[in-house]
């Protein structure tokens, strides 16, 4: 196994339900990606399609379908994953992340928390995933899990794939800005970084955060792409408001100390058995 | 105040962007088309759309009428100078002469029909310059003018994109200290000018710092409307009548209703996004 693993999170602004011009930009990330000699490219929660998309979320699936197979010519040397809306049943669909490697499509991630407050309503549009569709896949010697956005507010998800042996998490989001209030970051921003690290050190792994940024109809999406290490320092940033293709290195060295000083390796399956009676 | 204050740099960030980002990008057009009147709503709104758009891409029209105090016009010109406009891109226009035409053929009028029509009429001019120029037309409505209905339906109200729409009065105040407008414009007290001496305030019965914390309370917070009265120390009365607006003049605030007939009808079945490209 080597040392350093190159992974790449595209921070792009998608258009509103033009898979076609998202397309574009996803290649054109995609070659950039390579060219600094990248192994992975995530990109964001239903990076192909746009977020809000209301009810165009019944008639995108089958564009998506179509780029899918034009995207696997691209993924011979590098692994991609984008977020699209998945028909996974005719007339069910999910928000998923597709994962595509050695010129295959891998799987579908699909999201599991489906959030329905506030300007959410996705329960509206998608089907949840079930806990079956949770894996790990291996890419180069990397194993690396994906979840989606709001799954990442929760802990189980990320702490599933790290049992199962993730050493790294991606997380796709599609994060808007709100309360843009006092003079510090705002809470989303706060909030997000607190998850991101959090998850980090509680399960001892890399945490690949990759956002949306830019306009979809009243949003405004904000970036701020991180990944952070398993001892929870933030190793790089990408910038906030502006597209931004974020350049991480892994260094397994950094995980093998981090688990040397780790209580993770420790379940207390009591205590989860206990957890799922209630 | 309750109200927390705004992060002026970031807000100014995010308007800028998405303006830009609006005009140019989504709806392919060149420009943005302001009408200036000297109050404070109007000045940020000119200033922000400059530096969105860039000062040759930014019209302001000054659209006295007879109601227009004469400070209005100066603090107005003096807005469009602080922008640095050059002289093609700003225009005065004065309509006392279309409301006497409107006067003469619809017969005697209230002063608040008149003052609907003078809104009207203003927006008529700007959605014409606007088509002149390839632009739309920047609304300058303000979060708490929009909540208690305090505009002209298809009047100041009939625009293409409410910048400052997210942005309670006192918030504006905060943004155009900020910005650099001038002194004079953001201690002014609001007002229409639909009559001599009306003013937003007067009006409505209560100042700005009590109606934004009452609207924030009531619908960033949920704090239940008999509980306002109480943390803020003003009349129960006072916040009945502050939401009572809102309630009221929720028809101005959405498209006019359509009644469903078919399985699929615009309204609530009809949620495509407003970026449909």
């Given at each position: 196994?080597?040392?350093?693993y190159?992974?790449?999170?595209?921070?792009?602004?998608?258009?509103?339900?033009?898979?076609?011009?998202?397309?574009?930009?996803?290649?054109?990330?995609?070659?950039?990606?390579?060219?600094?000699?990248?192994?992975?490219i995530?990109?964001?929660?239903?990076?192909?399609?746009?977020?809000?998309?209301?009810?165009?979320?019944?008639?995108?699936?089958?564009?998506?379908?179509?780029?899918?197979?034009?995207?696997?010519d691209?993924?011979?040397?590098?692994?991609?994953?984008?977020?699209?809306?998945?028909?996974?049943?005719?007339?069910?669909?999910?928000?998923?992340?597709?994962?595509?490697?050695?010129?295959?499509?891998k799987?579908?991630?699909?999201?599991?928390?489906?959030?329905?407050?506030?300007?959410?309503?996705?329960?509206?549009?998608?089907?949840?995933?079930?806990?079956k569709?949770?894996?790990?896949?291996?890419?180069?010697?990397?194993?690396?899990?994906?979840?989606?956005?709001?799954?990442?507010?929760?802990?189980?998800?990320?702490?599933l794939?790290?049992?199962?042996?993730?050493d790294?998490?991606?997380?796709?989001?599609?994060?808007?800005?709100?309360?843009?209030y006092?003079?510090?970051?705002?809470?989303?921003?706060?909030?997000?970084?607190?998850?991101?690290?959090?998850?980090a050190?509680?399960?001892?792994?890399?945490?690949?955060?990759?956002?949306?940024?830019?306009?979809e109809?009243?949003?405004?999406?904000?970036?701020?792409?991180?990944?952070?290490?398993?001892?929870?320092?933030?190793?790089?940033r990408?910038?906030?408001?502006?597209?931004?293709?974020?350049?991480?290195?892994i260094?397994?060295?950094?995980?093998?100390?981090?688990?040397?000083?780790?209580?993770?390796?420790?379940?207390?399956?009591?205590?989860?058995?206990?957890?799922?009676?209630? | 105040?309750?109200?927390?204050?705004?992060?002026?740099?970031?807000v100014?960030?995010?308007?800028?962007?998405?303006?830009?980002w609006?005009?140019?990008?989504?709806?392919?057009?060149?420009?943005?088309?302001?009408?200036?009147?000297g109050?404070i709503?109007?000045?940020?709104?000119?200033?922000?759309?400059?530096?969105?758009?860039?000062?040759?891409?930014?019209?302001?029209?000054?659209?006295p009428?007879?109601?227009?105090?004469?400070?209005?016009?100066?603090?107005?010109?003096?807005?469009?100078?602080?922008?640095?406009?050059?002289?093609?891109?700003?225009?005065?226009?004065?309509?006392?002469?279309?409301?006497?035409?409107?006067?003469?053929?619809?017969?005697?009028?209230?002063?608040?029909?008149?003052?609907?029509?003078?809104?009207?009429?203003?927006?008529?001019?700007?959605?014409?310059?606007?088509?002149?120029?390839?632009?739309?037309?920047?609304?300058?409505?303000?979060?708490?003018?929009?909540?208690?209905?305090?505009?002209?339906?298809?009047?100041?109200g009939g625009?293409?994109l409410?910048?400052?729409?997210?942005?309670?009065?006192?918030?504006?105040?905060?943004?155009?200290?900020?910005?650099?407008?001038?002194?004079?414009?953001?201690?002014?007290?609001?007002?229409?000018?639909?009559?001599?001496?009306?003013?937003?305030?007067?009006?409505?019965?209560?100042?700005?710092?009590?109606?934004?914390?009452?609207?924030?309370?009531?619908?960033?917070?949920?704090?239940?409307?008999?509980?306002i009265?109480?943390?803020?120390?003003v009349r129960?009365?006072?916040?009945?009548?502050?939401?009572?607006?809102?309630?009221?003049?929720?028809?101005?605030?959405?498209?006019?209703?359509?009644?469903?007939?078919?399985?699929?009808?615009?309204?609530?079945?009809?949620?495509?996004?407003?970026?449909?490209?």
């Amino acid at each position: 196994m080597m040392n350093k693993y190159r992974i790449a999170l595209a921070q792009i602004h998608s258009y509103l339900g033009n898979v076609e011009l998202n397309f574009k930009k996803h290649i054109s990330y995609i070659e950039r990606a390579r060219e600094k000699g990248a192994k992975i490219i995530v990109f964001p929660e239903l990076s192909l399609t746009g977020y809000l998309l209301k009810d165009l979320a019944y008639e995108v699936s089958r564009k998506c379908e179509e780029k899918i197979e034009l995207l696997k010519d691209y993924s011979k040397d590098i692994c991609v994953i984008i977020g699209v809306v998945e028909e996974y049943r005719i007339g069910i669909y999910r928000n998923s992340m597709a994962v595509l490697c050695d010129g295959e499509l891998k799987g579908y991630i699909p999201k599991l928390y489906l959030p329905n407050y506030g300007l959410f309503e996705e329960g509206r549009y998608y089907q949840e995933g079930d806990v079956k569709s949770i894996k790990v896949f291996s890419y180069e010697g990397l194993n690396f899990g994906i979840v989606v956005c709001e799954d990442a507010w929760h802990p189980e998800p990320i702490e599933l794939l790290a049992r199962m042996g993730a050493d790294v998490v991606f997380i796709a989001a599609s994060s808007p800005l709100r309360g843009l209030y006092g003079t510090d970051e705002t809470s989303i921003e706060k909030i997000w970084e607190s998850i991101n690290v959090t998850r980090a050190i509680e399960n001892t792994i890399f945490i690949g955060f990759v956002n949306r940024v830019g306009v979809e109809d009243e949003e405004y999406f904000w970036g701020g792409s991180m990944f952070v290490l398993p001892d929870g320092k933030i190793a790089v940033r990408a910038l906030k408001m502006e597209e931004d293709l974020l350049i991480a290195d892994i260094d397994y060295h950094i995980l093998r100390k981090a688990r040397r000083f780790s209580s993770f390796k420790v379940f207390r399956r009591d205590l989860n058995m206990r957890l799922g009676e209630l | 105040m309750i109200l927390p204050k705004i992060n002026v740099k970031r807000v100014t960030e995010v308007i800028v962007k998405r303006l830009k980002w609006y005009v140019f990008d989504y709806a392919k057009m060149r420009s943005g088309i302001v009408g200036v009147s000297g109050g404070i709503d109007s000045a940020v709104t000119a200033f922000l759309t400059a530096r969105a758009l860039g000062v040759e891409n930014t019209y302001c029209y000054l659209l006295p009428s007879d109601a227009t105090p004469q400070e209005d016009l100066e603090d107005a010109l003096s807005v469009i100078r602080s922008i640095g406009l050059p002289d093609s891109n700003w225009e005065i226009i004065h309509i006392g002469k279309i409301i006497e035409t409107f006067k003469k053929a619809l017969g005697e009028m209230t002063r608040k029909e008149i003052g609907n029509i003078m809104a009207r009429t203003r927006m008529i001019i700007l959605h014409q310059r606007a088509a002149r120029n390839k632009g739309l037309v920047i609304g300058t409505g303000d979060k708490s003018e929009l909540l208690i209905g305090y505009f002209t339906k298809f009047g100041d109200g009939g625009v293409d994109l409410l910048p400052i729409g997210g942005l309670y009065k006192t918030h504006v105040r905060q943004l155009a200290e900020y910005l650099g407008v001038q002194r004079r414009i953001i201690e002014k007290p609001p007002s229409p000018r639909l009559w001599p001496g009306q003013t937003a305030e007067g009006e409505i019965g209560l100042s700005y710092e009590i109606i934004d914390d009452i609207l924030y309370l009531r619908f960033e917070e949920w704090v239940p409307e008999d509980e306002i009265a109480s943390i803020l120390k003003v009349r129960k009365e006072d916040v009945e009548k502050i939401i009572g607006m809102v309630k009221r003049t929720q028809h101005k605030r959405l498209p006019p209703e359509v009644f469903h007939i078919s399985f699929r009808d615009i309204g609530s079945d009809w949620r495509y996004p407003r970026q449909w490209f």
